[in-house]
């Protein structure tokens, strides 16, 4: 075996090893360590905001920021690809 | 892109409105049901597309210039980032819902009853779910459009 190979089969090995015990210690399905943040939200959306769609009060209310960069993203998306793909002047 | 037969541009032509109304209807019920302007964005942009399939893009591109989706996609993005300053002007904070609350007794989009809401609560997120949904159609649709008229014209000229 040539040394790049076994070097990457190591590599491979701890990675492999790693993600194993990650899974391992994973918390179970379903059941949070730490759920303060969603407990205010479930709880305050309606009064808060008034809407019914909590996702949407978290998208557009309480995350706005986070939409604002989605939109941005959007947005060059939409403009590199109308660059690239305008008309040429014949 | 040609466009396709006489039996594909009818049901397109009948299924067309169907699609619209729903993906409207999603963006317009953003914050009472699922989905949202992102949502019923991508549904009404689809709906273009099919529009765009059946009749062709050089027959689509003759009625609605990609500069106009633009300038759409573009007074969309400009709504929702004034909708997030007017939260700084008069809320405070950034992306503050300044039409809702307890405190503010407005006759438009003003806070319900508990469980209670309506399609003209939740202050701010109906009016940035349109931005967000007016951006997203324009925005898709423009990238559909400009991309399948480049490949046919892009054919014809080697042709």
């Known amino acids: ?8 089969a190591v590599f491979l090995s701890i990675i492999a090893v790693i993600f194993l015990f990650s899974a391992l210690l994973m918390h179970p399905f379903g059941i949070l360590d730490e759920s303060e943040m969603d407990d ?4 305050n959306t309606q009064s808060e905001t008034g809407a019914d769609n909590g996702v949407t009060s978290v998208v557009f209310d309480y995350r706005g920021f986070d939409t604002l960069g989605e939109a941005t993203v959007l947005f060059t998306a939409v403009a590199g690809v109308i660059m690239i793909f305008r008309r040429q002047k014949k | 892109m040609s466009e396709m037969s006489k039996i594909v541009r009818t049901i397109t032509a009948v299924t067309f409105p169907f699609a ?13 049901t699922p989905g949202g302007g992102f949502q019923g ?19 689509t591109i003759d009625r609605i210039k990609e500069k106009r989706l633009s300038v759409l996609e573009s007074v969309g993005a400009v709504a929702f980032i004034g909708l997030a300053f007017l939260g700084l002007i008069f809320g405070g904070v950034f992306f503050s819902n300044f039409i809702a609350g307890d405190d503010i007794a407005s006759p438009l989009f003003d806070n319900a009853a508990l469980g209670m809401s ?8 109906p009016l940035m779910n349109f931005a967000v949904g007016l951006k997203v159609i ?3 649709f423009a990238i559909v459009l400009v991309m399948a008229y480049a490949t046919s014209s892009y054919k014809e000229g080697k042709k």
């Open chain 2, 118 to 125: 309506d399609i003209n609560t939740a202050g701010v997120l």
């Open chain 1, 1 to 8: 075996m040539e040394r790049r190979n076994l070097a990457g």
């Open chain 1, 40 to 43: 205010y939200i479930i709880k």
């Open chain 2, 20 to 32: 619209m109304i729903y993906g409207l209807y999603v963006i317009a019920h953003g914050h009472l």
């Open chain 2, 41 to 59: 964005g991508a549904i009404v942009a689809s709906a273009c597309a099919m529009i765009m399939v059946a009749f062709g893009s050089k027959w």
């Open chain 2, 138 to 140: 324009a925005g898709l």
